[in-house]
């Protein structure tokens, strides 16, 4: 904050504003029984028919929820459980869509040690491609592929090229079609894969594949041998490949073929765009939040869709109509005056979601910490009011924190390496139990993810799928008082440090003749707070510097001063001594 001179323009009452600024916002916890009672209670508001098809349906008990929120700067999407925050994503109206675009590029670099190339996309950073991403992609293990729709020639490929072949293949100024696969971060470039993959409503294409295959999440056997057989009857070109979605479960032949022809159709338009341009530019671009949000969450489980914008409620009920013509009726237009995330608790919980301690239901907390390298979360049972004896209590407190800690994987969007420091438990059967309990939570989070059992130590290890910056990331930086850092001195560190100072000071005058005997005067600018200290605690060591060195020493406190700077000032000369 800059100095505020004594005699300025301003009238009285603002000065005194500046020099007092507002405390911290300290975020209070919404109790969850005030949650749920709010999302019960507007549940019994749903229109007739959709109460009398919620009865009848499999996931009857819990009420779904998908606000969202249009703002000149930024597009936000949340989707509730019983009015839980259990997703939330954020668009910037002036920030490119970047990852899942496709680019026509060319080769710029080869980097045999890192065994990757650098590939110009006519963006300010070249793409980042490595060799095993240049390979046909090796079967993914959360599909089941059940249909080879490999042409001759992509056989032959698969069989003979190797990651040695890569620099003949793709040598330097060649020209190749990539795809975003995470997003900048930091001074990283994008990172890509010549694997392209085109997400539908229903199904997956992959126009450089021929395999084809049934989503794992899809759990139910006799539906998995449905869709098994609707995939077997799907004219697909040669050569390309189709995955089909979680959200084509309990679809009928029609939808997954009218997919097919958008998605083709689509491929098509970027093929036109390859075959016509000679510079590095974007083919095709992920759609923007609205779309995108509709397209992944719009099912049968989600009760209604509230949005506040008069144009998004109009594209959002087009949409609708393509994809599922009697769901419109659960599309809302939200007129309140209150702003739809503070209507529905949701600003309150996204606040909560920053927090560096999050508490759980039956006290404890769970403490997150990012890095650079990786994400620790440890596991706090203090305050947590367990049932029965230590044991179950224990087992009871690591199933809340997993249980929770998966939650905020998903709302921060944390990628990468995450730890989870459970409290220790002997039993084997009490760490598989708690294990399981992350694994279920984590099993409706779209992010690939791998995830392994407790270590003897206690430690909960798992990976995430880093598609971009965390929401964290991408909504603060660092703290420019405390570098980062998130501590600052103490002020007993910063009085031990301006006796030093003085000392140091006083040696060198006195090491001139003309200061020999003579009384010297400091005075030192300092913190407030740092002031108490010198006038407290550390008051009579202040009296015996003076004392000892024959010289006076006042102070002025200065709350614009960093709590970790001090200035030592010459009297006489009004020379800053260091």
């Given at each position: ?13 603002e ?12 975020v ?5 029984e ?53 997703k ?90 990539i795809?975003v696969t ?11 894969t ?7 409503r229903?199904i ?45 479960e ?81 599309v ?6 209150i ?9 309150r ?23 650079e390298?990786?994400?620790?979360i ?41 730890i ?5 438990m ?52 660092g ?66 510097l ?10 002025r ?20 001594m260091?």
């Amino acid at each position: 904050m800059p100095d505020i001179p004594e005699n300025d323009n301003l009238p009285h009452d603002e000065n005194e504003d500046l020099r007092r600024p507002p405390k911290p916002h300290e975020v209070e916890a919404l109790p969850p029984e005030k949650i749920k009672g709010d999302a019960a209670q507007r549940a019994k508001k749903l229109p007739i028919i959709q109460r009398i098809i919620k009865h009848f349906s499999k996931d009857r008990e819990r009420f779904r929820e998908l606000v969202i929120n249009s703002e000149p700067l930024e597009k936000r999407a949340a989707l509730l459980t019983d009015g839980v925050l259990e997703k939330y994503e954020l668009e910037r109206t002036d920030e490119k869509r970047v990852v899942g675009a496709i680019y026509k590029g060319r080769i710029q670099n080869l980097e045999k040690g890192l065994k990757a190339a650098f590939v110009d996309i006519g963006e300010p950073k070249n793409a980042f491609l490595h060799y095993w991403d240049m390979l046909p992609a090796a079967n993914d293990s959360s599909v089941e592929f059940i249909r080879d729709n490999e042409s001759a020639e992509q056989k032959s490929k698969r069989e003979k090229y190797k990651i040695t072949d890569i620099p003949e293949l793709f040598p330097i100024g060649s020209e190749i079609v990539i795809q975003v696969t995470k997003g900048q971060i930091g001074t990283k470039g994008p990172r890509t894969t010549t694997n392209i993959a085109i997400p539908g409503r229903f199904i997956v294409l992959m126009p450089f594949s021929g395999q084809c295959g049934v989503s794992r999440k899809i759990e139910d056997s006799a539906e998995r041998d449905r869709l098994k057989k609707m995939l077997r009857r799907l004219t697909i070109p040669e050569g390309m490949g189709v995955i089909i979605r979680t959200a084509g479960e309990g679809k009928k032949l029609r939808y997954f073929v009218r997919d097919l022809h958008m998605l083709l159709k689509r491929w098509a338009a970027i093929c036109n765009v390859i075959n016509t341009t000679s510079k590095p530019c974007m083919l095709y671009q992920e759609p923007g939040l609205i779309e995108r949000t509709v397209r992944d969450f719009l099912t049968e489980d989600v009760d209604r869709i509230l949005v506040d914008s008069e144009e998004d409620y109009q594209t959002i009920l087009k949409l609708v109509g393509e994809i599922s013509p009697r769901s419109r009726g659960k599309v809302v237009l939200y007129k309140d005056n209150i702003p739809i995330f503070e209507r529905f608790n949701i600003e309150r919980q996204i606040e909560q979601t920053y927090m560096r301690r999050v508490p759980l239901p039956s006290g404890g907390e769970i403490v997150i910490d990012e890095t650079e390298a990786l994400t620790a979360i440890d596991v706090n049972t203090s305050g947590h009011k367990g049932k029965g004896d230590a044991k179950d209590f224990i087992v009871q407190a690591n199933i809340e924190a997993v249980k929770e800690s998966a939650r905020q994987i998903r709302l921060r969007n944390l990628g990468g390496l995450i730890i989870i420091d459970t409290v220790d438990m002997k039993n084997p059967k009490d760490r598989k139990a708690v294990f399981n309990a992350l694994r279920d939570a984590m099993s409706m989070d779209r992010a690939k993810h791998q995830i392994l059992p407790i270590s003897q130590l206690g430690i909960l290890q798992m990976t995430r799928q880093r598609q971009q910056e965390s929401n964290t990331t991408s909504l603060y930086m660092g703290c420019p008082y405390c570098q980062g850092r998130g501590t600052v001195k103490n002020s007993r560190a910063i009085s031990v440090e301006i006796q030093r100072r003085i000392v140091s000071v006083t040696r060198r005058l006195r090491s001139d003749a003309k200061n020999v005997g003579k009384e010297l005067a400091f005075r030192v600018f300092l913190h407030p707070m740092n002031l108490d200290r010198l006038r407290g605690d550390d008051r009579s060591s202040i009296a015996d510097l003076e004392k000892a060195y024959n010289i006076r020493l006042s102070f002025r406190a200065d709350p614009s001063f960093h709590v970790e700077n001090f200035k030592v000032v010459n009297m006489e000369t009004g020379e800053e001594m260091r």
